[in-house]
């Protein structure tokens, strides 16, 4: 995902999703189950050469009383970092330490130039916050107060399980414009459009962006494919930013 640092530079945020019912576990003598996974990502350049890689493996010791929790959550990993502008392409591949699986998934991004005019940030579906940590970077995108946002990539929702889904965005205003910027929103199902407006916004903050969560309320949609699209005007700029999910 992209952002936009206090200095008008590109900031990247890389997350990885891993479901962790896909993870084998092991039954032990002691009665917990074991298990574990290993991950690669590769970030390339148009040019295909590999400008960062991230790697990591974790072990996981699960009590028999939390096997059902564990295999119902999630392995989310961020990172953020200054990223050139241009295209890119992440490569990732996860591997089943005990099941002898590999999953890989390839997909792009377009960082934009470093700019002071109106922009947006990519869209985040939000899929639990936490209070934030002493530790906690200033230039994390993601830390909106004292909460830091574990995102969910691509969602897949079941009305059954979740009222809502809560969302944020990042408004970058043009500070040379004398007129606030304004924020609008288009909601459709299946490439249909079932409504929108404009949406209120807030005050900047201290190094001038507009954060902006809100929810949609799941009760009353239908099953289907859904796109959130935002457009951000200010003066004759404008800006827009679209994310999608899935209904079952």
Excluded at 104 to 117: H, Y
Aim: hydrophobic share 40%; with cysteine.
């Amino acid at each position: 995902m992209h952002f936009r640092g206090r200095q008008g530079e590109p900031v990247c945020e890389l997350v990885m999703d891993i479901p962790l019912n896909n993870v084998t576990l092991e039954k032990q003598g002691t009665g917990e189950s074991s298990g574990g996974l290993s991950y690669v990502a590769l970030l390339k350049d148009a040019r295909g050469e590999v400008v960062k890689k991230f790697q990591d493996e974790r072990a996981f010791n699960v009590p028999a009383e939390k096997v059902e929790g564990f295999k119902a959550s999630h392995f989310i990993y961020t990172e953020h970092f200054e990223l050139a502008p241009g295209p890119y392409t992440i490569v990732t591949a996860v591997l089943d330490g005990r099941g002898d699986r590999i999953s890989t998934r390839k997909s792009s991004l377009k960082m934009p130039p470093a700019a002071t005019i109106l922009a947006l940030s990519s869209i985040t579906f939000v899929r639990s916050t936490k209070d934030r940590e002493i530790s906690s970077q200033e230039t994390n995108p993601l830390i909106v107060g004292t909460k830091v946002i574990s995102p969910e990539i691509n969602p897949v929702i079941s009305k059954i399980g979740a009222p809502a889904l809560p969302f944020y965005l990042v408004v970058y205003p043009d500070k040379n414009s004398l007129e606030p910027p304004q924020l609008v929103m288009e909601f459709s199902r299946n490439g249909q459009v079932l409504g929108g407006g404009p949406v209120q916004l807030g005050e900047p903050d201290n190094d001038g962006r507009i954060p902006f969560f809100a929810t949609v309320p799941l009760a009353p949609l239908d099953p289907g494919n859904f796109t959130l699209r935002f457009v951000a005007k200010q003066g004759t700029a404008t800006a827009e930013e679209t994310a999608s999910f899935v209904l079952k």
